[in-house]
Nanobody, 124 residues
């Protein structure tokens, strides 16, 4: 497993942008598929985006497609989530996750390592 630490959350107005970062420990970051999930109060954790180990394959939830970009820098052991045109319904704790395997996954249960989360609050 890897240790994951998210950062970059905060309070932003609707229509604004935020860039989340997830720094990882260990020397095997490039062997992990990475994902971002979010969880609003009283709701289940849901998939946002995922990226393959080499960055060549990405996947996005329909609710964020076109407004969110996931990327990674294997030299820095970091994965990013650029969020634009944020909506109030995007308010949630955002979690970074890692899984062994080459194919991005939308399933929470397929990820074995999780960060502590970073809060994103979008005001109207």
């Amino acid at each position: 497993q890897v240790q994951l630490v998210e950062s970059g959350g905060g309070l932003v107005q609707a229509g604004g942008s935020l860039r989340l970062s997830c720094a990882t420990s260990g020397r095997t970051f490039s062997s992990y598929t990475m994902g971002w999930f979010r969880q609003a109060p009283g709701k289940e954790r849901e998939f946002v985006a995922a990226i393959s180990w080499n960055g060549e394959s990405t996947d996005y939830a329909d609710s964020v497609k076109g407004r969110v970009t996931i990327s990674r820098d294997n030299a820095k052991n970091t994965v990013y989530l650029q969020m634009n045109s944020l909506k109030v319904e995007g308010t949630a704790a955002y979690y970074c996750a890692a899984r062994k395997g080459v194919i991005p996954s939308r399933e929470v249960t397929n990820y074995g390592s999780w960060g502590q989360g970073t809060q994103v609050t979008v005001s109207s």
